[in-house]
């Protein structure tokens, strides 16, 4: 079956620049979709699309895609950015999710 | 404002049965597709299920079929999750969340409930 791979852990500098990226080959045909969920709360819709952020989405958040491969930057990371972070997408016969990836800002 | 609200979950043995419920208000509840996910103690998120707008297209994780079933009903703005047989790896918070159709290819899940907690232990 398919599936949406993430790396386990990244970390970023308070400031700095750092790219989250999902594999899997149902991104070849849809877009992923990112959300942020911190702990206690609810996941939260930061991307979509070629690069969509909902209202209220800073605009340091911003996506991209290619080939099997979608990235999430997020640029001058701030310590509320630390958070899980989860990409989707659909595929054939449903829904996917990535494994989530843990983003430490330090 | 948009808001769902699930409700229903609770201790079940295993074996059992539960039904969830998701109350939707501040949109036009008929006219999206609905899903549930849920997300096991300090694991990542798993999509249950999906419906669409008038239940005509009904899709299920391979981990789900055969013992869960979702449904709606549109003229009370709800979602339901019927889930039979449970086993303890169905242990999860289970959140509903709207299908947002953004574009061609693009099928994010824009608005999401806080989470019903559903514990099968014995």
């Known amino acids: 079956s398919s599936e949406l791979t993430q790396d386990p852990a990244v970390s970023v500098a308070l400031g700095q620049t750092v790219r989250i990226t999902c594999q899997g080959d149902s991104l070849r045909s849809y877009y992923a979709s990112w959300y942020q969920q911190k702990p206690g709360q609810a996941p939260v819709l930061v991307i979509y699309?070629?690069?969509n952020r909902p209202s209220g989405i800073p605009d340091r958040f911003s996506g991209s895609s290619s080939g099997n491969t979608a990235s999430l930057t997020i640029t001058g990371a701030q310590a509320e950015d630390e958070a899980d972070y989860y990409c989707?997408?659909?595929?054939?016969?449903?829904?996917?999710f990535g494994g989530g990836t843990k983003l430490t800002v330090l | 404002e948009v808001q769902l609200v699930e409700s229903g979950g609770g201790l079940v043995k295993p074996g059992g049965s539960l039904r969830l419920s998701c109350a939707a208000s501040?949109?036009?509840?008929?006219?999206?597709?609905m899903n549930w996910v849920r997300q096991a103690p300090g694991k990542g998120l798993e999509w249950v299920s999906s419906?669409?707008?008038?239940?005509?297209?009904?899709y299920y994780a391979d981990s789900v079929k055969g013992r869960f079933t979702i449904s709606r009903d549109n003229a009370k703005n709800s979602l339901y999750l019927q889930m039979n047989s449970l086993r303890a790896e169905d242990t999860a918070v289970y959140y509903c969340?709207?299908?947002?159709?953004?574009?061609?290819?693009?099928?994010?899940?824009?608005?999401w409930g806080q989470g019903t907690l559903v514990t099968v232990s014995s």
């Open positions: 419906i669409s707008s008038s239940s005509s297209y009904i």
């Open positions: 969340a709207r299908d947002f159709i953004a574009g061609s290819g693009s099928y994010p899940f824009d608005y």
């Open positions: 699309g070629k690069n």
């Open positions: 501040g949109f036009t509840f008929s006219s999206y597709s």
């Open positions: 989707n997408s659909r595929d054939s016969s449903g829904n996917l």
